[in-house]
């Protein structure tokens, strides 16, 4: 039987160290006891990423003190990554303040088996899959205004990857021409990661990711044959995925340094 919470912090884990070695070759990918370390140090914040690794309850209070220590010492903003299903039955929020974190936000890490992957469309789009330097900076623009980072955060991500244009398999949702939504798969771990799912502020509440989501995962099945997928979701992107057919594994809880 699949660990669910293990495999989620592994998809993380394993797909956020190729994407921030290719932000940056020197960036700072460490694996710590009971920490993961993922930091470009760049403007796009989910690249600024440490998470928790630890499962003993009688460890997670010095954890949080490292983790928070490791975060101060970086020059860009970015997130602790905690996965309750590590540990059950802890104050997560309490540990957190008093390591001089505050709650942000919250998130789902979610799976599933995809057996039955029929080819996907939508009557307003059409899919483009990124292979251009202009596609892909469209794909770090929706990302920026869905995640309302600011303007040129993304483009700081993923502008001029060699990476997103060949290995992920990244696609554009366009509706007359102008994109509005985007999704990606990686082959990571033995799975398909789903990675940053967008869709312009504008253009939400048209079905429009949930498309452009099983567009991605179908490619990525065609590609590698792999019909398990992961990824973390939003509160907002949970049904959506679930529609897909993923079902939740961990929720998540995102932490950033006080003040």
């Not at 309850?57 to 490791?70: K, P, T, Y």
């Not at 483009?155 to 999704?183: F, H, M, N, Q």
């Amino acid at each position: 039987m699949i660990d669910l919470t293990a495999e989620s912090v592994e998809q993380l884990a394993v797909g956020w160290r190729a994407m921030v070695l290719d932000r940056d070759p020197d960036a700072d990918v460490r694996d710590l006891p009971g920490i993961a370390v993922r930091w470009a140090d760049c403007g796009f914040p989910f690249w600024n990423c440490v998470t928790l690794t630890e499962t003993d309850a009688d460890l997670l209070a010095q954890r949080f003190a490292e983790a928070a220590e490791v975060m101060r010492a970086k020059e860009r903003f970015g997130f602790l990554w905690v996965f309750e299903g590590l540990v059950q039955g802890v104050d997560l929020d309490a540990l957190a303040a008093r390591a001089g974190l505050e709650f942000a936000f919250p998130g789902t890490g979610m799976a599933g088996d995809l057996l039955a992957i029929a080819e996907p469309s939508h009557p307003e789009l059409t899919f483009e899959r990124v292979t251009t330097d202009e596609q892909l900076l469209a794909y770090a623009d929706l990302n920026s205004r869905a995640y309302a980072f600011e303007q040129g955060a993304g483009r700081d991500g993923i502008g001029g990857s060699a990476l997103w244009k060949s290995e992920v398999r990244a696609y554009l949702g366009l509706r007359d021409g102008v994109p509005v939504t985007c999704a990606a798969t990686v082959e990571t771990a033995g799975r398909l990661f789903v990675v940053l799912v967008a869709t312009d502020p504008a253009w939400e509440r048209h079905g429009y990711g949930e498309a452009v989501t099983r567009k991605a995962v179908y490619e990525g099945w065609r590609a590698t044959g792999i019909t398990r997928a992961t990824l973390h979701a939003t509160v907002a992107g949970a049904p959506v995925y679930r529609r897909i057919g993923f079902e939740p594994s961990s929720p998540i809880r995102f932490y950033a340094l006080k003040g």
